[in-house]
């Protein structure tokens, strides 16, 4: 994706597009340098400065099924009583995860669970016991490294923000198109928005993913590669790499 700074720059990109698009109905093949894509340079350098909250708004995608938290609930203060009513839940809900089955459970399960066992409802608790299932989760799966800048991971992964800065990641290679970019603000992204369909072209993808894991490399950082289940597509962007 790509915000073209003035008309005259929307109107060349949508020359180029319509003239990529002809050659590659033409030859059957899609380019990714040439003369048709030399206005992308400025794109793929540009330092964005605009409002994060603009940027998020301009990825957002309709069809994303995996959210960030809109208010994070590590930046709120809370109370000493809810410090350790959510250090109870967060207690009792590994020690439930452990017992059940995860395939087969669901997250109104382990939620109904842990009302049962403290005998209340938890029911303005739903977004923190969610998130603390996905950071659970996490720590249940570790990524896996590739090479020590090159992680291979899963949606649970990339929404561990503890677990990304304690592995060095800065770069973040989200390869799904339902899974949202959990922390925008703190890394860098790039999406490569493609359904977990058999039929999915990554191969035209593997230029651009190259550079931005090898860019973070070159910053001495580590880049983590995802998708839903880090089995198929971003397991197929990272054998790319070989």
């Not at 003035?6 to 050659?23: D, P």
């Not at 403290?118 to 590739?146: G, N, R, V, W």
């Not at 923000?161 to 860098?188: Q, T």
């Not at 369909?197 to 001495?220: G, Q, S, V």
Request: hydrophobic letters at 35%; glycine letters at 2%.
């Amino acid at each position: 994706m790509f915000k073209p700074v003035s008309v005259q720059a929307l109107w060349t990109a949508y020359q180029s597009l319509h003239k990529a698009s002809n050659q590659a109905r033409h030859y059957n093949y899609i380019t990714n340098t040439g003369v048709t894509h030399d206005w992308l340079e400025y794109y793929r350098h540009i330092d964005l400065r605009s409002n994060q909250i603009y940027i998020n708004e301009w990825n957002q995608m309709n069809d994303i099924l995996s959210h960030r938290s809109d208010s994070p609930h590590l930046y709120q203060p809370l109370s000493s009583d809810e410090k350790a009513l959510r250090t109870r839940i967060n207690v009792k809900l590994k020690e439930l995860m452990l017992q059940v089955d995860l395939d087969q459970v669901t997250p109104k399960f382990l939620r109904e669970q842990l009302e049962n066992a403290f005998e209340m409802s938890l029911s303005s608790y739903k977004q923190y016991i969610d998130d603390e299932m996905l950071q659970i989760l996490a720590q249940m799966d570790k990524p896996t490294m590739i090479l020590p800048h090159l992680y291979l991971g899963s949606e649970w992964n990339a929404s561990n923000f503890e677990e990304l800065k304690a592995n060095n990641i800065g770069y973040v290679l989200n390869v799904s198109r339902e899974i949202d970019n959990f922390f925008p603000g703190h890394f860098k992204y790039l999406n490569v928005r493609v359904h977990d369909h058999d039929d999915a072209n990554l191969l035209k993808e593997w230029e651009k993913t190259f550079r931005f894991i090898n860019e973070a490399k070159l910053n001495n950082q580590s880049c983590l590669v995802h998708c839903k289940m880090g089995i198929s597509r971003s397991a197929s962007t990272v054998n790319g790499m070989n």
